[in-house]
């Protein structure tokens, strides 16, 4: 892209030139510093980002409603059911976006979530422009279009070389892979093996590199000491043909069985998935040959286990599964899911331990980003070695959630104790329940719970009876099981629902010891001090509730 330049301009040495010249630039240099200490206003260009735009492959159909530049360079917006996408990086600075419709016709009104990033525009006709300052994950509504998620990553500043010691990449021989419709899993997986021998062979990770395209793909399996990178555009596509997946276990609730489209093997560690591509779930369309329901990536009995950058999309069941392992991250990710098909939750972390989820927007019916624990015969597991195990030091941190259930939860099942859970700084964009601890199954206990920064936005949908901003319940499936020490701090409640916020234990198994700090519901801007005020009148079973302004 063309960056910002001083206005005067000379490829002299400085002893050469003019005086007028180098009078100029002391002038400029001198107000320039000036400015940024008595704070007077930037041009906007000076602060510009560069922009990496991602190649979009031609199975995603573009937008009929929007067009989109950033920073004056073209941004490719896709159609996605319930919403459309558009999806680059920025580096260091802004970028000026320029969002219009389609058609021509006249912005009425418009709408930029978060809404507390106090984004605002200015219309011309059919075009909206604002500034976005930094990479951030946004959701843009004009008039009664869809809405476009447009997910601005951190540049990229980790990309690995395409050939060289410890790369393997798909397209190059031996491999050879194609994108396309006939499969390159045989490739794929001997590129990941390679690579996971030579990783620990020579104590670091070996690197499988997958150029852009559209690659059709059965169960892909990783090793320890192993880096999976996804360029740009890369696209690794799950079909649904049972002939080419394994079935790991069936999903009782929903009747059919379910694959583990990536996964780890036992006892590996050292993983790592990177990139801007995307793993893509194909949603109904791969549920049509033989029923046969995904999870797109299941982390499970590993260690160190990074995933940053990846887009996942179209899951027909839980898209992320860290599974009774240790160590992990995921950052920079982005889970696009639809409206339309049930049980489709984002990330799911079940019997981990120190699991840090950054910078993540999540969308989809079902929950985004939740904890889970389970027993040994529960569907899930049924095929899978080992005893169940607790779950302990969990951070989410830096989320968007759009769904109809819930923006941010504990549960459903707590079989196994469930300790230090934290979500912070999050956005729940749109739910039915903002914030929620849903105890349904199990008598293990769930502590030391904490919510801190959440801003909910709206609450349009209905769960369970549900349509409010905190839920903290138990039920008594397997048992009953207590809640202990739940801690909720600098909560921003814009829509508090159409249900009275509840707090309801079991006999027996009470919620206890409930912290409310700086609660501020619609409409005020200090906080709440009573528990009518926060509209949390559906009480029982409960024990201390705390409120602290």
């Known amino acids: 892209m063309k960056r910002f330049e001083n206005p005067v301009r000379t490829s002299l040495p400085r002893s050469r030139r003019p005086a007028a010249t ?12 000036i400015a940024a200490v008595v704070g007077l206003p930037q041009t906007s260009q000076a602060a510009a980002a560069a922009l990496q735009v991602y190649p979009v492959p031609s199975i995603y159909a573009a937008s009929t409603d929007y067009r989109l530049t950033a920073n004056g360079q073209n941004v490719p917006v896709t159609h996605y059911p319930g919403y459309d996408i558009a999806q680059f990086a920025i580096g260091s600075g802004s970028a000026e976006l320029a969002l219009t419709k389609v058609n021509n016709t006249a912005i009425g009104s418009y709408s930029i979530s978060p809404v507390k990033l106090n984004l605002t525009g200015t219309i011309s006709g059919p075009t909206l ?11 843009v509504r004009l008039d009664g279009r869809p809405k476009l998620v447009i997910a601005i990553d951190p540049a990229e500043t980790n990309r690995p070389a395409s050939s060289g010691a410890g790369v393997f990449n798909v397209e190059s021989a031996p491999y050879n892979a194609r994108p396309g ?28 590199y997958v150029p852009a395209g559209v690659y059709t793909l059965g169960n892909l399996y990783l090793r320890s000491n192993l880096a999976l990178y996804l360029e740009p555009g890369a696209v ?15 999903k009782d609730s929903q ?47 590993t260690m160190n286990f990074r995933v940053d950058g990846i887009t996942f999309r179209e899951s027909s069941s839980w898209a992320i599964m860290p599974t009774r392992s240790s160590d992990m991250s995921f950052r920079n990710i982005k889970i696009f899911n639809r409206f339309d098909m049930g049980e489709n939750d ?11 989820v950054t910078h993540a927007i999540g969308i989809g019916l079902d929950d985004p980003f939740s904890t889970k624990t389970w027993a040994a015969d529960t569907d899930l597991f049924r095929q899978v070695p080992g005893s169940p195990r607790p779950l302990d030091n969990v951070v989410f941190d830096d989320l968007v959630s759009w769904t109809y259930c819930y923006g941010v939860k504990v549960g459903q099942g707590v079989i196994q104790p469930q300790s230090a859970v934290t979500f912070k700084n999050v956005v729940v964009y749109d739910a039915a329940v903002g914030i929620g601890v849903h105890h349904k199954y199990g008598a293990a206990a769930a502590t030391g719970i904490r919510f801190e920064n959440i801003d909910i936005e709206n609450l349009s949908y209905t769960n369970d009876s549900n349509r409010t901003w905190l839920a903290l319940w138990t039920g008594n499936t397997l048992g009953s099981g207590p809640v202990n020490g739940v801690t909720l701090t600098g909560i921003k409640v814009r829509n508090a629902g159409t249900t009275p916020a509840r707090i309801n234990g079991q ?13 501020q519901m619609p409409g005020s801007s200090a906080p709440a001090t009573t528990l009518a005020q926060m509209n949390l009148t559906n009480l029982s079973d409960h024990g201390s509730i705390t409120i602290q302004p």
């Open 22 to 33: 180098r009078l100029l630039l002391a002038l400029f240099a001198a107000f320039a510093t």
């Open 129 to 139: 422009k604002f500034t976005v300052p930094n990479d951030e994950y946004l959701i």
């Open 181 to 208: 419709p006939d499969y390159s899993t045989t490739a794929f997986q001997a590129a990941l093996d390679d690579a996971a021998a030579w990783g620990s062979a020579n104590g670091r990770q070996g690197t499988v």
């Open 236 to 250: 690794l596509r799950y079909t649904g043909e049972r002939s080419h997946y394994d079935v790991h276990w069936h």
């Open 255 to 301: 009747g059919r069985d379910i694959t583990w489209f990536l996964s780890t093997r036992y006892s590996s560690e050292n993983i790592s998935i990177y990139g801007r591509g995307v793993i893509d779930g194909n949603g109904q369309a791969a549920l049509a040959p033989d029923n046969l329901g995904v999870n797109l990536l299941t982390p499970i009995y």
């Open 346 to 356: 984002g990330i799911d972390v079940m019997e981990s331990t120190n699991v840090n």
């Open 507 to 519: 006999p027996g198994a009470l919620i206890d010891g409930v912290v409310l700090h700086d609660v």
